[in-house]
């Protein structure tokens, strides 16, 4: 048993040293998370930035980074301004007691300054803070000269003027790189303007630091030698150059021994910045080299140790930095891949959330159709409730006051209900019982039968109307929900397309604009958009297109490139003469087609009742259809063509053609009361699979054919505006190349009178045709009709033939085949 708890005594002190290490660990991470929120606060950043500012000078007595500072703070952040006060304060104290005194001059001074200035001027407080800063800089420092000297001298009246006007512009720069040191504002971009600001601003804080020595090295010369290296590994030699210039030109201003610094440091930050491919290796070597030439250059052998070691030393520090700063920096900083990824994850952001907008409407317009969808019981359900309460209304003006009304509503309810039934049924036409036993009957049943009767017919009418509302209703109430579907459709169809990812294609655009280069072709930029099969979408700028190379050379190096046949789909030649110009390149359908038309007027007149059309939809699909609208002349043109229109732009939204068409028909039904209809046929192609949709309403055959074949193809359904409730039969057909589809309306089918089969003769005469040619058959095909008819033209008559064809292109493509480079992939 001692052994036992013994054991048991050590498990448990292990699990107690356990939990106190793990409580130790998690106080040690609260420690580091709280330093670290600390020490990136913005009163920290205040403290630090205010002391060194407050002993910063240059050209040996100029201090003007206290009045920018102090002002810039009271206006941003008004409730640290004794932070402020105290910051300043402590660092002119580390500097010399007259440093002190001025500063708090010039404190008093802009304080009072402010106040006055605010109070008299209505103009905002930003706007005159520049103005204040350069009055009360000039007057706190003319001060301060007559307290220390008892007179004015004019050279250092001079250096006042000079002073008060760097306090101005600093004021300027600091008004727009204090407020990137806020948390609320760092999560944006930086234009380039605030870059330079900002690198103005570490400049002069680094100003404060002129004096100040690590085991005998300068910590000024380390500090900015690590900021240009930082820089420069994040922007590049655009910017480490930048940076260099600055921080090297403004301490120098505040120590003109070190003026050679401005060089070392413009130097090695361009370097450094062009070897940034070596990572931080490639940088800091970039410092190095610079170091040692122009230390070489500047101070000779004697002092080139020191300064090399001074690189050496920011090199370690910028090698120990976490990469997670160089990740922050570089978000900042345009042109940068975390900038662009930043960029792309805003605007990917925006995206969603407009997709999922749309997909709320889309959903919005499901649960209404749904909501429309949804019937109270219908009309047969309900046709027994209407009979009660119609027979009811009857029974109260014709039974209420009867004195056999409980002998025949109670004893005999059955039979009375039953007769009653049966004589509304009789009575829907003229109050009189055509059924000689259902009439005997009822004399028999009731001591009143005539009067009945007439009630009864009188009351038919209002119920009726109530039967035929109802039914309208439940119809209308029908369409509306197909049509709020078919909406709901399309919206949740382009929530789906925003939310698709828009592929990186970087890798074949070089590629793509490598090869057009290799073989002297001037290309200026290649943009893709899209590379799948059947969908590419290439924009290219290029010079001038004087003879057509867009056409002839590009788009047959692409069709080889990719794969595919490439045409131009779009051209905009450059405004100015050598420009350049913009050419949309994309793919070239599998199949064109090729469209005749003939047609003719009732009696040979002018306006015609029939009305054809052909235009693209998206996705690569191709309609025709021919309307014709009952009887002839004006009127009937107007409804036909109202009826393509509608289905032309009804169809180029998106939506089903099923719904498409049943919306269109519900319009023209509740357009007018007027008995006007017209009938559709119209065909579908897509032209990249040959797949066509036939919906025929109200319409004639098409006739197919292929070879030497020809074939009706048909489907029943009523011409458009007589119901508003219809089933729309679609029929599907494979096409193939060489198919040759004539569409037409009923006035060629009705024309040749005295043939018997009229399609039997209209397919004979297809098959004889010896052309191919689509305009030659329309023309041919509306001949013989009419010579078939006796030269008459009894009415409006339209013929609309189509050939299917395989699409070849006008250039063929042009090989770039190489060793080194073959096919582009379409995807990476």
Known sequence: ???????????????????????????????????????????????????????????????????????????????????????????????????????????????????????????????????????????????????????????????????????????????????????????????????????????????????????????????????????????????????????????????????????????????????????????????????????????????????????????????????????????????????????????????????????????????????????????????????????????????????????????????????????????????????????????????????????????????????????????????????????SQVMGDFAKEMQKERDTHQHQEEQILYKLQEIGLDVENVDIYNLEEGSVDIDMTIPVDYHGEAEKVIAPILSDILGESIVVKKQVEATIPNGYGQVTFGSAKAYVIETGVAHTAKGGGWISGDNYSTFELGGGKYALAISDGMGNGERAHVESYETLNLLSKVLKSGIDETVAIKSINSILSLRSTDEIFSTLDLVMVDLQNAHAKFLKIGSNPSFLKRGNKVRMIEAGNLPMGIIQDFEVDVVDEELKAGDILVMMSDGILEAPMHIGNTEIWIKRKISEMKTEDPQGIADVLLEEVIRASDGRIEDDMTIVVSRLQHHIPKWSAISTYSEHHGKIPKAQ
């Open 1 to 487: 048993m001692s052994q036992w708890d013994g054991t048991i005594h050590s498990a448990k002190m292990v699990e107690s040293r356990q939990a106190t290490s793990l409580q130790k660990n998690a106080f040690f991470k609260r420690f580091a998370k709280h330093l670290t929120r600390w020490l990136t606060s913005w009163e920290m950043m205040c403290l630090v930035i205010g002391i060194l500012f407050g002993r910063a000078m240059i050209l040996s007595n100029l201090t003007p980074f206290i009045l920018p500072f102090f002002a810039t703070i009271i206006l941003l952040k008004p409730q640290r301004r004794f932070l402020a006060i105290v910051s300043l304060l402590v660092g002119a104290a580390t500097f010399s007691g007259w440093q002190t005194l001025f500063s708090l001059l010039a404190i008093f001074v802009y304080s009072v300054l402010r106040i006055a200035v605010v109070r008299m001027s209505k103009k905002e407080e930003a706007k005159l803070l520049p103005y204040i800063v350069l009055a009360a800089g000039l007057i706190s420092r003319l001060g301060f000269d007559v307290l220390r000297h008892g007179e004015l001298i004019p050279s250092l009246e001079l250096l006042a003027l000079v002073e008060a006007g760097l306090s101005y512009l600093l004021c300027l720069i600091f008004l727009q790189s204090l407020p990137l040191l806020s948390a609320g504002v760092r999560k944006r971009s930086l234009k380039n303007e605030e870059i330079i600001c900002f690198i103005i601003l570490m400049a002069s804080v680094l100003s404060g630091t002129i004096g100040w020595t690590f085991h005998g090295f300068a910590v000024d010369h380390i500090l900015s030698r690590y900021l240009v290296l930082v820089l420069a590994y994040v922007g590049g030699a655009a910017i480490g150059s930048t940076v260099g210039v600055v921080v090297g030109l403004i301490l120098s201003l505040a120590n003109v021994v070190g003026l050679y610094q401005m060089s070392l440091l413009a130097f090695s930050g361009l370097l450094g910045g062009l070897l940034k491919e070596g990572k931080k290796w490639g940088v800091g070597l970039g410092l190095i080299i610079g170091t040692l030439l122009i230390g070489l250059y500047g101070q000779g052998y004697e002092q080139l140790f020191g300064t090399t070691m001074e690189s050496v030393i920011a090199f370690v520090v910028f090698l120990l930095t976490p990469k997670a700063v160089f990740v922050k920096l570089s978000s900042f900083i345009p042109g940068t891949k975390e900038y662009q990824q930043q960029q792309q994850q805003y605007l990917r952001k925006v995206r969603d959330v407009t997709a999922n907008r749309v997909e709320q409407f889309s959903s919005l317009f499901k649960e209404l159709s749904s909501s429309f969808s949804h019937q109270s019981p219908t009309l047969n359900d309900g046709e027994e409730h209407q009979v009660d309460m119609f027979l009811s209304q009857v029974t109260e003006k014709s039974c209420q006051n009867c004195f056999k009304k409980e002998s025949c509503w109670i004893k005999n309810f059955d039979h009375t209900y039953h007769y009653m039934n049966e004589i509304m049924k009789e009575t829907q036409e003229e109050p009189t019982i055509q059924n000689a036993k259902l009439r005997r009957e009822w004399n028999h049943h009731c001591i009143k039968p005539d009067k009945v009767v007439d009630i009864i017919h009188e009351q038919q009418q209002n119920f009726q109307e109530k039967i035929r509302f109802k039914k309208t209703m439940q119809e209308s109430r029908k369409l509306v929900a197909d049509q709020l579907m078919g909406v």
